[in-house]
């Protein structure tokens, strides 16, 4: 695999920082009143057979139907593909400002886990210059809603999540954000949709959704042969390059320990398949697995790895098929070939810190690890080894 994040439980992954929520109910005592008692036993007595066969006979002709939840796992199936696109930016939103600037470029969407998730490549280029972004959408199979995370070629960082679903052929997304200090709705809405032709608009919100101020809209029109895909750009130095050796098809091998910093010894194996892909040019890369365990289930999740030009440092996002959610990510670079990535998280109601170690990358067998340490980095304890071996 992959980078691993989170603790498992019957193969799938327990994001520790979840809250849970707990609804605590009194019972009110309640004194007889002997007026009540004296009225309710008389209407007992007088309409008895009445009133059961009333309820009979309803019943009899009412059969209730809990309500079929919409499974919208391939809402987004319409959009794998290529397409031109053409899209408007308001340069400084929330203004009063009507300044709009225009694109052209293309976008590639291809398919992840069979449609429940997908990853969208958008370049294009305006009077502002040139724009390269990426969007990886996630369903959540038991909330039945997509989560969308939009990264931007500058940074190399996630956004946001924008989370929604589609209804009757219209998609609307939501979520909360910061613009110039303070914060603002955010909604992005898809519609208009055809074989060969989208619409998109992103639109904030300063007054909670009572009114909204759309400052991006994207139109896309299908390309049949796949000819717009994006061509190289020039090479950028320090380290956007350094996952390479992921590239392509591999076995894989790995041992996770059953539960971590309790003094478990107790490991459990998985063997499977996993396949990294290339996005920007290699400045990026989605990396989808699939491992089985005899002891332990199923596991099928997906890494996305995003460099930042910057910082010239790597952000690693981890996400589990069970949930559709992307976890934060652990941040780090590599140095003589050896690649040190580390992130913050809580397990069991702690915080503590997560290191992924990457090694052997220059060999046909790379090997990774996850450590936990509950003592601020003085000490870690390994909880997941990943030995690859390439497919040729």
Same mark, same amino acid.
């Given at each position: 695999?992959?980078?691993?994040?989170?603790?498992?439980?019957?193969?799938?992954?327990?994001?520790?920082?979840?809250?849970? *929520?707990?609804?605590?109910?009194?019972?009110?005592?309640?004194? $007889?009143?002997?007026?009540?008692?004296?009225?309710?036993?008389?209407?007992?007595?007088?309409?008895? !057979?009445?009133?059961?066969?009333?309820?009979?006979?309803?019943?009899?002709? &009412?059969?209730?139907?809990?309500?079929?939840?919409?499974?919208?796992?391939?809402?987004?199936?319409?959009?794998?593909?290529?397409?031109? @696109?053409?899209? #408007?930016?308001? +340069?400084?939103? +929330?203004?009063?400002? @009507?300044?709009?600037?225009?694109?052209?470029? &293309?976008?590639?969407?291809?398919?992840?886990?069979?449609? /429940?998730?997908?990853?969208?490549?958008?370049?294009?280029?305006? %009077?502002?210059?040139?724009?390269?972004?990426?969007? +990886? #959408?996630?369903?959540? %199979?038991?909330?039945?809603?997509?989560?969308l995370n939009f990264a931007n070629g500058n940074d190399g960082t996630l956004s946001q999540p924008t989370i929604g679903e589609f209804k009757d052929g219209r998609g609307e997304f939501f979520d909360q954000e910061t613009v110039h200090g303070r914060a603002v709705l955010? #909604?992005?809405?898809?519609?208009?949709?055809?074989?060969?032709?989208? *619409?998109?608009?992103?639109?904030?919100?300063?007054?909670?959704?009572?009114?909204?101020?759309?400052?991006?809209?994207?139109?896309? &029109?299908?390309?049949?042969?796949?000819?717009?895909?994006?061509? %190289? &750009?020039?090479?950028? $130095?320090?380290?956007?390059?350094?996952?390479?050796?992921?590239?392509?098809?591999?076995?894989?091998?790995?041992? /996770?320990?059953?539960?971590?910093? @309790?003094?478990?010894t107790t490991w459990v194996e998985f063997d499977g398949t996993s396949l990294t892909q290339k996005v920007w040019n290699g400045r990026a890369e989605l990396e989808e697995f699939e491992t089985d365990s005899p002891a332990a289930g199923h596991i099928e999740g997906l890494? !996305?790895? !995003?460099?930042?030009?910057?910082?010239?440092?790597?952000?690693?996002?981890?996400?589990?098929?069970?949930?559709? @959610?992307?976890? $934060?990510?652990?941040?780090?670079?590599?140095?003589?070939?050896?690649?040190?990535?580390?992130?913050?998280?809580?397990?069991?109601?702690?915080?503590?810190?997560? #290191?992924?170690?990457?090694?052997?990358?220059?060999?046909?067998? %790379?090997?990774?690890?996850?450590?936990?340490?509950?003592?601020?980095?003085?000490?870690?304890?390994?909880?997941?080894?990943?030995?690859?071996?390439?497919?040729?």
């Open positions: 695999m992959a980078d691993a994040r989170g603790v498992w439980k019957d193969g799938e992954a327990i994001a520790q920082s979840s809250i849970d *929520r707990r609804f605590k109910g009194g019972v009110m005592n309640v004194k $007889p009143i002997r007026i009540c008692v004296m009225v309710c036993s008389l209407a007992v007595v007088w309409h008895p !057979l009445q009133g059961l066969a009333q309820q009979n006979s309803d019943a009899s002709k &009412t059969v209730q139907h809990a309500p079929v939840e919409r499974d919208g796992q391939h809402d987004f199936d319409f959009e794998i593909g290529t397409w031109k @696109t053409h899209l #408007r930016r308001l +340069l400084h939103p +929330l203004t009063g400002s @009507t300044t709009w600037v225009e694109y052209d470029g &293309t976008s590639v969407v291809r398919k992840i886990w069979d449609g /429940r998730a997908n990853l969208v490549e958008l370049e294009a280029d305006g %009077p502002e210059g040139h724009f390269e972004g990426l969007n +990886l #959408r996630l369903y959540n %199979p038991q909330s039945r809603q997509w989560s955010v #909604r992005f809405v898809i519609a208009d949709i055809t074989a060969n032709s989208c *619409r998109f608009e992103q639109a904030f919100s300063a007054d909670g959704g009572k009114t909204w101020e759309v400052n991006w809209m994207a139109t896309d &029109t299908r390309v049949e042969d796949g000819s717009g895909k994006s061509q %190289p &750009t020039s090479a950028e $130095p320090d380290g956007q390059h350094d996952f390479d050796f992921e590239f392509g098809s591999w076995k894989i091998h790995l041992k /996770r320990l059953l539960h971590p910093l @309790t003094g478990s890494t !996305l790895r !995003l460099y930042n030009p910057q910082s010239h440092q790597w952000s690693l996002y981890w996400a589990n098929s069970k949930d559709g @959610t992307i976890v $934060p990510p652990q941040i780090g670079q590599y140095k003589n070939g050896h690649g040190e990535f580390y992130g913050q998280d809580t397990l069991n109601g702690k915080a503590i810190f997560i #290191r992924f170690v990457w090694s052997n990358t220059t060999t046909n067998t %790379p090997h990774f690890e996850q450590s936990f340490s509950e003592d601020r980095g003085r000490t870690w304890e390994v909880n997941w080894i990943t030995d690859q071996t390439r497919v040729q």
